[in-house]
């Protein structure tokens, strides 16, 4: 991931699709038909979920493999190091090798719902010790990504210490671990990821670093509440009154959602001076949205006009989700 960042032009940007393994076998069909449509959007990098405690290693590590290997797409495997044990990340860092993927997103991980108490394992008690750990056992063979807050990390549901200042020194701490990359949490307020981005520059170990701000379509208003809430992200209240004359209407909300999320992306590439080159969908393993999003999008719509050797966007942007 980072020398493919590194390649790109001055002007280029880049997008890239998160999703997570499906539970059954036609989903996972489904997922990859999906796959191949949305490949012709050109993203950079896609990346696979890791359920909490390391629950679906088998599946994410099956998927990942697919991506990077029958897909032919740079992939990137979320790995979670709390609640786990060390035989789980050992083996799928092997996996990861064996099957190609170079890059992995090192998280800590939150502690599975049904625990109600909950202490981090001996080995690792936050993302950095995970990063150090791939550095000290791979060297640089796997380019690693963090996670970053544009709201502040909450734990629970104790909001009172949310406050991005109060996380930096863990981040930088990633970052001085090895970490290549950041990809946000998702937020639909665009000033809070701007005043992030400005305060990441204002630390001279962060300022060079290369800051994806995650986005989340929005497809129906039950979705887009649950992950707000589930977040912790603040809601503008210009995006909240124009969802609200539609909320039981689906494809008006989708479409609105559209409109939103294509004015936050504008919003971001003025204000920053294009400093912010690659943009993450959270797909939530659908392609209508996100394809829509980009094509909508004057800043990011000459990407997936570049020519691919898969079938056209339009494929993507058509299909039924
Ligand atoms: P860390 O970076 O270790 O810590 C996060 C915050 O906790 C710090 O910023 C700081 O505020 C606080 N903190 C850390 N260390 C200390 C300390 N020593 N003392 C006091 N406070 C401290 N979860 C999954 O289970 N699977 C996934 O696939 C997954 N993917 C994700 C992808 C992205 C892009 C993001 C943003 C999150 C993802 N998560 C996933 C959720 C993530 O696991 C949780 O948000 C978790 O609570 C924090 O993980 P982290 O890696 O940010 O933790």
């Known amino acids: 991931v980072k020398e493919k960042i590194q390649s790109l032009g001055p002007n280029d940007k880049f997008i890239s699709f998160e999703f997570f393994p499906p539970k059954t076998d036609s989903g996972l069909r489904n997922l990859l038909a999906r796959l191949n449509r949305m490949s012709a959007l050109n993203p ?8 909490a405690g390391g629950s679906t290693s088998v599946k994410s590590l099956d998927l990942a493999a697919t991506f990077q290997n029958d897909l032919g797409l740079t992939t990137v495997l979320h790995l979670t190091c709390t609640n786990t044990n060390k035989e789980i990340i050992d083996e799928a860092l092997k996996k990861a090798k064996e099957n190609g993927i170079r890059n992995i997103l090192a998280l800590r991980g939150d502690p599975p719902r049904a625990e109600e108490y909950w202490t981090p394992n001996c080995d690792f008690n936050g993302a950095v010790d995970l990063v150090k750990y791939i550095k000290q056992e791979y060297g640089d063979y796997f380019c690693v990504g963090v996670a970053g807050y544009p709201e502040g990390h909450v734990d629970g549901s104790d909001t009172s210490f949310q406050d991005p200042n109060k996380d930096i020194p863990y981040l930088i701490e990633k970052i001085e671990a090895g970490a290549d990359f950041i990809i946000t949490q998702l937020f639909y307020d665009s000033e809070k990821f701007i005043a992030y981005e ?43 009154e124009k969802l609200q004359n539609s909320i039981n209407d689906d494809d008006a909300v989708k479409n609105l959602g559209v409109d939103i999320l294509t004015d936050i992306i504008d919003n971001i590439n003025t204000k920053t001076n294009g400093r912010i080159k690659g943009y993450h969908f959270y797909s939530l393993n659908l392609e209508k949205a996100v394809a829509s999003i980009i094509d909508k ?5 000459p990407i997936m006009e570049l020519p691919t050797n898969n079938i056209t966007r339009d494929d993507a942007i058509l299909s039924d989700s």
């Open 44 to 51: 950079l990098f896609v990346t696979v979920t890791w359920g």
């Open 198 to 240: 400005q305060l990441l520059a204002s630390y001279p170990q962060l300022k060079n670093i290369t800051l994806i701000p995650g986005l989340m379509p929005i497809t129906t208003y039950k979705v887009f509440t649950r992950a707000s809430k589930l977040s912790h992200a603040t809601i503008p209240p210009e995006i909240f």
């Open 297 to 301: 999008s004057k800043v990011l719509r």
